[in-house]
């Protein structure tokens, strides 16, 4: 069974930092795309930035520039430092990652929880 928990998130005032991690955990054999997305307050998910196993990034043009992403393929984990937050990032961020389990034939999406992240002074 593969899981994936993300941790990091919280009440920060405007224009603080965090830095949010995904951890995936279980019969893990490889690990392609790890991408992050958020949720705002009657918004749709929306994808925020995505990086590939070779490290490869993309980013939503709202966070580029404030939004990092970057992973630890020994640890199979990812992270999202995010700086100079505002009001309008407050959103439950998730991890999303195409994954491929030890004896199984293709990588399939997996999903956390979600954490929230909440700005506000």
């Known amino acids: 069974q593969v899981q994936l928990v993300e941790s990091g998130g919280g009440l920060v005032q405007p224009g603080g930092s965090l830095r949010l991690s995904c951890a995936a955990s279980g019969s893990i054999a490889s690990i392609s795309t790890l991408a992050w997305y958020r949720q705002a307050p009657g918004k749709q998910r929306e994808l925020v930035a995505s990086i590939t196993r070779g490290g490869s990034t993309t980013y939503a043009d709202a966070v580029k520039g404030r939004f990092t992403i970057s992973r630890d393929n020994a640890r199979n984990t990812g992270y999202l430092q995010i700086v100079s937050l505002n009001p309008e990032d407050t959103a439950v961020y998730y991890c999303?990652?195409?994954?491929?389990?030890?004896?199984?034939?293709?990588?399939?999406?997996?999903w956390g929880k979600g954490t929230l992240v909440t700005v506000s002074s």
């Open positions: 999303n990652a195409l994954i491929r389990s030890i004896g199984g034939g293709n990588y399939g999406t997996y």
